[in-house]
């Protein structure tokens, strides 16, 4: 964890640094109102053999993407919502279809103009999946989770920043997280030190959000977001999810795009969670 902090602290300095972000904007190029963006993106992979010596499996995996953005920005106020979804499956072999990806992320934000530098902010996401989860052993298959079960909601108010372009923002404040579950309350949201079974879990704490855009030119755009939640109970205890996200456009509608997610969450798990996808597929913008 401490190597990751590093990282980021580097990668912020960096950032600040750079003259394009810090530049003010000119009043008269200040658009108000809303500005509208979904784009979706089908992944497909495919693979077959016959009386081939060499060996190998046939193979057929697909994933589909859907992110969304409804910004409303004023002379006052600026109203971010954003939206994540992903559901993807991939079949080797005779093995039945297995979940390679599943998410839905929302998110709204609303900052008040209070300040040049730093401004309040009201924020609320929710995270949870699409398909149940199972964990595959030998000969069985243990089902781990499904939609709400777990289910992710949070609310925080604080301070944040939002560059005169809009490519760097970053905010840190209070926040409450709830974790609701189902059937499966451990290992997500159960006490293991209590006698009973707890299906929900409330955790005040800190929060800290920061997302970077750096698009080098139109065909290359890498996105970075990582968030940070300490539990007031122990701030050692340090949730952590960091998103990384580089496409480069090779035609019209069709991208190259690599992601590498950072998940550390010591409730599950104490050791380090890591996905990483690379995938060529079709992308089309909606709006």
Do not use: C, H
């Not at 954003?82 to 559901?87: E, H, I, P, V």
């Not at 998410?103 to 530098?117: A, N, Q």
């Not at 949201?189 to 997302?211: H, L, M, Q, R, Y």
Request: proline share 3%; net charge neutral; hydrophobic share 40%.
């Amino acid at each position: 964890m401490k190597i990751l902090k590093v990282f980021f602290l580097a990668g912020l300095m960096v950032v600040l640094s750079n003259p394009t972000i810090a530049q003010e904007a000119k009043e008269d190029s200040v658009v108000y109102g809303w500005k509208n963006r979904v784009v979706t993106g089908l992944n497909l992979t495919q693979a077959s053999f016959d009386n081939w010596e060499q060996g190998g499996e046939n193979t057929l995996a697909w994933q589909f993407k859907m992110e969304m953005n409804f910004t409303n920005d004023q002379e006052k106020f600026v109203w971010v919502n954003n939206g994540k979804f992903t559901l993807g499956f991939a079949k080797v072999g005779d093995d039945e279809a297995k979940k390679s990806a599943d998410l839905i992320d929302i998110e709204s934000v609303y900052t008040r103009k209070f300040g040049k530098y730093l401004s309040p902010f009201l924020a609320v996401t929710g995270k949870t999946q699409f398909a149940a989860g199972f964990q595959f052993a030998a000969n069985t298959k243990t089902k781990v989770s499904q939609f709400l079960d777990p289910g992710y909601f949070t609310q925080s108010l604080g301070l944040g920043y939002i560059s005169p372009d809009k490519n760097f923002t970053s905010r840190i404040g209070v926040m409450v997280k709830e974790t609701i579950t189902s059937d499966f309350p451990s290992p997500y949201a159960d006490d293991p030190d209590t006698g009973k079974i707890e299906k929900t879990k409330v955790e005040p704490g800190i929060t800290s959000v920061t997302n970077l855009k750096r698009q080098f030119n139109e065909d290359v755009i890498f996105t970075s977001k990582i968030d940070i939640f300490s539990d007031l109970e122990a701030f050692n205890r340090i949730d952590m999810t960091w998103e990384n996200n580089l496409t480069l456009k090779v035609a019209k509608y069709i991208n190259v795009s690599l992601d590498l997610v950072l998940f550390y969450d010591r409730d599950i798990t104490r050791k380090l969670q890591i996905k990483q996808v690379l995938a060529v597929g079709f992308t089309y913008a909606l709006l």
